[in-house]
């Protein structure tokens, strides 16, 4: 079974900065395109990030300029540093992996809460 194991939430106050982690099995990590969803309360999740095994990157509109993903090839860790965190970032964060190919398995890991709260 594939997991995807997820640290580094918490509960920080507006302006705040927080890294999430993902460790990934390293045959996931070299191949698949690596991402970070959220999940704000009552609303259905959104994509965040991306990181593609070519380095480029994509991200929403939303954190654009405050957040940044990047990964540590010899950890086969997936980071999403975030900054300047805004009560509306509030939400749970989820790493996934996104197969090369169409017809592959993508995978989740469980989630992680961030809370922005004064």
């Known amino acids: 079974q594939v997991q995807l194991v997820e640290s580094g939430g918490g509960l920080v106050q507006p302006g705040g900065s927080l890294r999430l982690s993902c460790t990934v099995p390293?045959?996931?990590?070299?191949?698949?395109?690596m991402g970070w969803y959220r999940q704000p309360p009552g609303t259905k999740r959104e994509l965040v990030a991306t990181l593609n095994r070519g380095g480029s990157t994509n991200y929403a509109d939303s954190v654009k300029g405050r957040f940044t993903i990047s990964r540590d090839n010899a950890k086969n860790t997936v980071f999403l540093q975030m900054s300047s965190l805004k009560p509306e970032d509030t939400a749970v964060y989820s790493c996934?992996?996104?197969?090369?190919?169409?017809?592959?398995?993508?995978?989740w890991g469980q989630g992680t809460q961030v809370t922005v709260s004064s």
């Open positions: 996934k992996a996104d197969p090369p190919v169409r017809g592959l398995a993508e995978f």
């Open positions: 390293i045959g996931i990590f070299k191949t698949y395109t």
